[in-house]
DNA sequence: ACAAAAGTGTTTAGATTACACCCATGA
DNA sequence: TCATGGGTGTAATCTAAACACTTTTGT
């Protein structure tokens, strides 16, 4: 049909704000760029979306192509779309946002592609509207974690409370309560934990806890007033 | 530059969901589709993205052909992307959702174009994947109504305590306690009473309240628990 | 024994909820 | 005056926040 016809077609991207955990802090995966335009800026990784995948379908692509990773957290941020976005052409993006762990991380492609981990309060200046990209993405972020755990998706699969306290300390910027902090995420019910504790971070030793299985998290309790 | 030319170029569309609040219901602005493929089926108004304007644009511009009316308060929800959606054409679609009054509406457009005001909880059956863009606007107005008064933008400038309430009865689909939700509103401090009453809707009469100017009501306190 | 981190308990302030009650007015 | 919605007040409950206290263990 001759429908469509008439209208303009666009080149569509993907961008990803990676996610990690590392020496208390929350941290973000850049790309310097190697060419004009904007040679020098750090950027964020990305593609375009090809014909026969979904936007979802290209951010997983994307970020197995980047960090070796699958079956990741992932979540639509928004679009960015303004015409003269990118000065060399027309391209509309979306960005997505990834949490993953860093211990996972396939090193070797930090080495060939000179990718790094930035810490999210000390970053570079990144390319196009990218820097509002990765703003956008971490209040989307805070929000998720605002009513769920997601944050754990930053750690190994057994944390300790301790762990997973600091990893909402990254995310929002603030320091919780270690009392109230481990009371409201216990209240919640979907911990479950394991008769394992950490001694390497204390001398008595913290229980190691994981997500229960088949718990639907969201919808539940709010964790952070917001 | 030959970077990009690579990549496939797409179709893309804004698809709106229009918000009206009519008969203490909330309502959805709907078109009947004239053509094939599922010709009788109901569709979101929508259009494509043109060369000179970002996806902002084009929703307000989609807004203005459809209903007449400018400055409206739209917001995307997300990308919607499958390949396969459009049968006729790979075409990713971005929903964005507007709430506009339906007394300041343009009745000659309802007869021009077939277009009808259906309640949110009697819909017809809609084309593509429209259904799920309906349900996934529903959920962030609810969202961005429950912590900020942005139902209000569905009601006229001056409005009652009585009327507001009703919105958001109809926005969450509960009955809100009349003097608990009024003291929550009047709390946050965004309104301005004003030295006039409504008389139609009763004998003692409710005053008329206005939004203030120059507030910004979001981030403030949360109005819904969710 | 004691320092240091893990974990528990207590107290207070504030918010939410349910619901009773008073007020103003037109018929 | 009385029925009807508009508007206020209050007690019971729940939650968040601050912080003191107890437990465990390596040195």
New binding site residues.
Partial sequence: MELYVNHPKHYVAVDCVIFGYQDDQLKLLLYPRGFEPSKGNWSLPGGFIQNDESSDEAAARILKQTTGLEEIFMEQVQVFSKPDRDPEARVISLAYYALIRIDLYDEEILKKTGAEWYPINNLPTLLFDHKDMVDKALSRLQQKAGYSLIGSELLPEMF???QLRKVYDAIFMREF????F?K?ILSLGVLERLDLKNAS???????YYKVKNNVDETGKD?IV?L
């Fill in positions: 300790t409370l301790i309560d270690p009392g109230n481990r409201k971070e204390s001398k008595k030793g913290a229980f709010r007033k």
